[in-house]
Every structure is written in C-alpha cells, then in structure tokens.
C-alpha cells in the first residue's frame, strides 16, 4: 500500500528544481501558488505545486525543452500543461514581472532536508490580487489573517503593479 | 473560536501541513476510486482530473471539521 504521506512528492518536486538550476536550465526558481500559501496557513487542498522559474534562456521556448528533456530523463511524463512526479502534477511556470519579482526576492526555507525557495506572503497576495479568481480571494483572506504580513511591503507592490486587494 | 483553531493550524510544521494536504487527496483519489467501482459507468480514475472546486466544496462542513479533528 501506498504511503499516504508521499501523495504531495514535495522534496522530490524541489529537489528536481534545484538540479535544473544546477544544470544551469533555469536561473533561479520559487514555489508559488496554492502550496507556497500553506507555508504560511492553515492546510488547503490544491492538486498541483506551481514552480515559477526565472529563466537562463530568453528565447521564445524560454529553454522549456531542455526543462523537459532534463525532468523526462528523471522519469517525470507530461500530461497536458503539467508534469508529473509520483502521479502528483507539477506545473513549470517561466516567470516575469511581478512573478519574477516574486522568485527574487522569495524566502529561503528548508523542506524535509531538500533547501527550497517559497514566495514571501506579500507577494502571494500580490499575484493573487493580480489573478482574482474565487479561490484567490480566499487565498488572500487567509494570508491576511493568519500570516504575519509586511504591510508597507505588500502595499509598495500593490502601488507599483498597480493592484487592489478585493473589498470584502 | 473557529479562526483561532485555523490559526493554530496555520502554525504547525510546514511538512505537517503538506503531509496532510497529501492525506486529503489520497482519501479522496480513494472516494473517488470507490464512487467508480460501485458506478454502471466505470471509467476508472485520474488523478489528473482531481478538481479543487471539488476537493474544496465541504471544507467548512462539520465533516470537514471532523477529518481536522484529530490535529
């Protein structure tokens, strides 16, 4: 029987991201969405882990097929818009602007002995506020409540990506 | 009451979140897995098609609440 812990493959997801900076595929890289805000909240279901890279190539492809080549050789298939690791899928986003910003300046932690970079609260709430769906909204209302959060620093990337949170 | 309990939750471990996030998706791919079985139409399961509107449909139910519990 399967252990149910290894149902999120988190450590193998990051640690498949720190090979690809390693082999110089990508720049630099964070986690970001639903899982980034579980670092900082209560549990949430989501059914992928959303890592946003900073890319080596600035090309058109933005050097996915070598992410590709790479993450196929490690056993990872693809399945539509993701990639999967141990029947969990990944998404391999290339990040810009506000995202790009996000990975910069992301916070440094430690998952199960693998170092990894996770998106700093303000940011998530940014990005969230930029996407606005249902689920983002509640997003950003968790975060506001139960994470401690750097007001002057989230408004200061509001102002500059000239974004609102949502009126409750 | 409920908030304070969802800050309590908010923070645990980060491992220990993920791991149960993990377990909630394993009990539903098992639901689902089950629902299929006993269904006319077995068309098996994919967890690709797993669905967060799904998956997050009764989390503020007193179900929900009791898988939680045990925290």
């Known amino acids: 029987m399967a252990d149910e812990r290894s149902a999120i493959p988190l450590a193998d997801v990051l640690g498949a991201a720190n090979e690809l900076v390693s082999a110089g595929l990508i720049k630099d890289y964070?986690?970001?969405?639903?899982?980034a805000?579980?670092?900082?909240?209560e549990p949430v279901t989501t059914y992928d882990a959303d890592i946003f890279f900073v890319v080596s190539d600035k090309t058109l492809s933005a050097g996915i097929p070598a992410i590709y080549s790479h993450l196929k050789s490690e056993g990872w298939r693809v399945e539509r818009e993701h990639f999967i690791v141990k029947d969990f899928p990944v998404q391999?986003?290339?990040?810009s602007g506000l995202t790009e910003e996000a990975v910069r300046a992301a916070k440094q932690i430690e998952y199960?002995?693998?170092?990894?970079?996770?998106?700093?609260?303000?940011y998530?709430?940014?990005?969230?506020?930029?996407?606005?769906?249902?689920?983002?909204?509640a997003r950003i209302e968790q975060l506001l409540e139960q994470a401690t959060i750097d007001k002057p620093l989230l408004d200061d990337i509001l102002r500059r990506y000239n974004l609102n949170l949502p009126k409750k | 009451m409920k908030s304070e309990f969802r800050r309590e939750l908010a923070q645990q471990p980060f491992e220990e979140k993920i791991h149960k996030?993990?377990?909630?998706?394993?009990?539903?791919?098992k639901v689902k897995t089950d629902a299929s079985l006993d269904s006319d139409e077995n068309t098996g399961f994919n967890g690709a098609e797993l669905s967060e509107s799904v998956l997050a449909r009764d989390w503020n139910s007193p179900e929900e609440d009791a898988v939680w519990s045990n925290l």
């Open chain 2, 21 to 29: 996030v993990g377990e909630l998706i394993s009990l539903s791919r």
């Open chain 1, 92 to 95: 391999f986003l290339a990040a």
């Open chain 1, 112 to 122: 199960e002995g693998v170092p990894a970079k996770v998106f700093r609260p303000e």
């Open chain 1, 37 to 41: 805000a579980i670092y900082y909240t």
């Open chain 1, 30 to 35: 964070a986690l970001g969405g639903a899982l």
């Open chain 1, 124 to 137: 998530i709430i940014a990005i969230s506020a930029s996407v606005g769906r249902h689920k983002d909204r």
